[in-house]
């Protein structure tokens, strides 16, 4: 196993296409969505993350 390869090592992600569960927009994320929560694109991403703590 070359270093870095259990977190998805450096090179590319393999990325999956979803549909944004609140625009509808066909987007791609780095992970495999598994069903029971909502997947957003870049934008409506930003609308719904939680806001930050310092």
Not at 10 to 24: A, I, P, Q
Not at 26 to 38: A, I, L, N, Y
Not at 41 to 51: F, L
Request: proline fraction near 9%.
């Amino acid at each position: 196993m070359a270093y870095g390869d259990r977190r998805g090592g450096f090179g590319e992600r393999e990325m999956t296409k979803v549909t944004c569960s609140d625009c509808g927009k066909e987007t791609e994320v780095p992970f495999k969505p598994s069903g029971d929560r909502p997947v957003y694109c870049r934008d409506c991403y930003q609308k719904h993350r939680p806001p930050k703590r310092y």
